[in-house]
C-alpha cells in the first residue's frame, strides 16, 4: 500500500490529509489561510505536509489550488482568492519537504476524487462534474485522464455562455451559467421573488428577518424544505438551468457519468429533483439512445484532499 497526501488550498482554509490508494483518509489537520500573504501562505502548506510526513511514510505531495495552474502543473498563474500571481509552488514545497510534488486546480482535484473513489468511481472512460457552490466549477476526464487543455486551464464550466447579454459575471462576461446556477444565482433569484411576492415568501422572510436583501443560501434551503413556495422556486430555477448546461455535456462528450458537487447539493431533492427534469427534457429526442445518469458527488469536503493525494500517485 503506498500513502501520499493531499492537501486542499483555498481562500480560508488549508486542508490536508494521509491517503492511501483506496481512497481512505487516514488521518488529516486543517489550518487557517493567510490569504493576502504569499509567504505564509505557503509556509503553511509547507507545516501541513510536514506536520503529516512525520506520522507515515509517504511517496509524494498533491496539492489542490483554487486557482489557475499551469500546462506543467508546477505553477499558480492566478488565484482569485490568494495573493498567488505566477507562484512557482511545486518547486518551493518541493525543495522544503523532499518529496515529489503536483499542483492541479481544485475543480480538478475534486473531479478527480469523484471519478476514482466516489460518485463516479464504477466509470473507467469519463465523466463530468459540475461543482456548484458559490459560483460554479467543475472537471472533464475523458479516455481516464483529466482534460486540461494546451495551456492547463481546461475546464472552465461555469463560464460558459448560457443567457446571451445576461447577467454581469466576474470573468467579464455576460450570460455564464455561473450566474444561473450557482449558489449565489440562487439567492439572488429568492430575493427577487420575496421582493416581489412577499405573501408567498412568509417563511423565508421570516428567516431573515423581513428583509429580502437579509436572504443568504443556507435559509433558501431551510425554507425549501419546510415548503416556502418562493424558496422551492429558487431552486427549481436553478435546476432548470443547470440541466440545460449537463445536457449540452451530454451531447458534445458523452460521459459515462455526470456528477453534481458543492455545497448546494445538500439540498439534496430540491435541486437534483428539477435538475434531472431539465436535463431529461432537453434530451428528449435522444429517447432511444443511452445517455449518462446524473449523480450528487460522494465525497463532500474530502474530495478535495483525496483528489489530489492521488493525483500526486501519478506522478
Known amino acids: 500500500?503506498?500513502?501520499?497526501?493531499?492537501?486542499?488550498?483555498?481562500?480560508?482554509?488549508?486542508?490536508?490529509?494521509?491517503?492511501?490508494?483506496?481512497?481512505?483518509?487516514?488521518?488529516?489537520?486543517?489550518?487557517?489561510?493567510?490569504?493576502?500573504?504569499?509567504g505564509k501562505t505557503r509556509d503553511v502548506i509547507i507545516e501541513v505536509v510536514t506536520e503529516?510526513?512525520?506520522?507515515?511514510?509517504?511517496?509524494?505531495?498533491?496539492?489542490?489550488?483554487?486557482?489557475?495552474?499551469?500546462?506543467?502543473?508546477?505553477?499558480?498563474?492566478?488565484?482569485?482568492?490568494?495573493?498567488?500571481?505566477?507562484?512557482?509552488?511545486?518547486?518551493?514545497?518541493?525543495a522544503a519537504v523532499g518529496k515529489p510534488v503536483i499542483v492541479e486546480n481544485d475543480g480538478n482535484v475534486a473531479a478527480w476524487a469523484e471519478f476514482r473513489h466516489g460518485a463516479?468511481?464504477?466509470?473507467?472512460?469519463?465523466?463530468?462534474?459540475?461543482?456548484?457552490?458559490?459560483?460554479?466549477?467543475?472537471?472533464?476526464?475523458?479516455?481516464?485522464?483529466?482534460?486540461?487543455?494546451?495551456?492547463?486551464?481546461?475546464?472552465?464550466l461555469g463560464h460558459m455562455l448560457t443567457v446571451p447579454d445576461g447577467h454581469q459575471c466576474g470573468c467579464g462576461r455576460l450570460g455564464c451559467i455561473e450566474q444561473y446556477a450557482s449558489g449565489s444565482a440562487l439567492v439572488r433569484f429568492a430575493r427577487a421573488a420575496a421582493r416581489q411576492e412577499p405573501h408567498r415568501?412568509?417563511?423565508?422572510?421570516?428567516?431573515?428577518?423581513?428583509?429580502?436583501d437579509a436572504v443568504t443560501g443556507p435559509m433558501v434551503t431551510a425554507a425549501a424544505q419546510g415548503g416556502d413556495p418562493v424558496s422551492a422556486e429558487a431552486f427549481a430555477q436553478v435546476g432548470r438551468w443547470l440541466g440545460t448546461s449537463l445536457a449540452d455535456m451530454a451531447q458534445?462528450?458523452?460521459?459515462?457519468?455526470?456528477?453534481?458537487?458543492g455545497g448546494v447539493v445538500e439540498a439534496g431533492d430540491l435541486l437534483m429533483g428539477p435538475t434531472r427534469r431539465s436535463y431529461r427534457d432537453a434530451l428528449a429526442q435522444r429517447s432511444r439512445l443511452p445517455v449518462a445518469e446524473i449523480r450528487p458527488a460522494e465525497l463532500g469536503n474530502s474530495a478535495g484532499v483525496i483528489g489530489a493525494a492521488d493525483l500526486a500517485r501519478r506522478i
Open 201 to 212: 415568501a412568509t417563511a423565508l422572510l421570516e428567516l431573515a428577518g423581513g428583509e429580502a
Open 120 to 156: 463516479a468511481r464504477e466509470a473507467d472512460d469519463s465523466m463530468v462534474m459540475f461543482t456548484i457552490g458559490t459560483g460554479v466549477g467543475g472537471g472533464i476526464v475523458l479516455g481516464g485522464e483529466l482534460v486540461r487543455g494546451a495551456n492547463g486551464i481546461a475546464a472552465e
Open 1 to 38: 500500500m503506498t500513502l501520499t497526501i493531499g492537501v486542499d488550498v483555498g481562500g480560508t482554509k488549508v486542508a490536508g490529509g494521509v491517503v492511501d490508494d483506496a481512497g481512505k483518509v487516514l488521518v488529516q489537520v486543517r489550518r487557517d489561510t493567510p490569504a493576502d500573504d504569499v
Open 52 to 94: 503529516l510526513a512525520a506520522g507515515h511514510t509517504v511517496d509524494a505531495v498533491g496539492i489542490g489550488a483554487a486557482g489557475w495552474i499551469d500546462a506543467g502543473r508546477s505553477t499558480v498563474l492566478f488565484a482569485p482568492n490568494l495573493a498567488w500571481r505566477d507562484e512557482p509552488l511545486r518547486d518551493y514545497v518541493s
Open 252 to 261: 458534445i462528450l458523452d460521459p459515462q457519468v455526470l456528477v453534481v458537487g
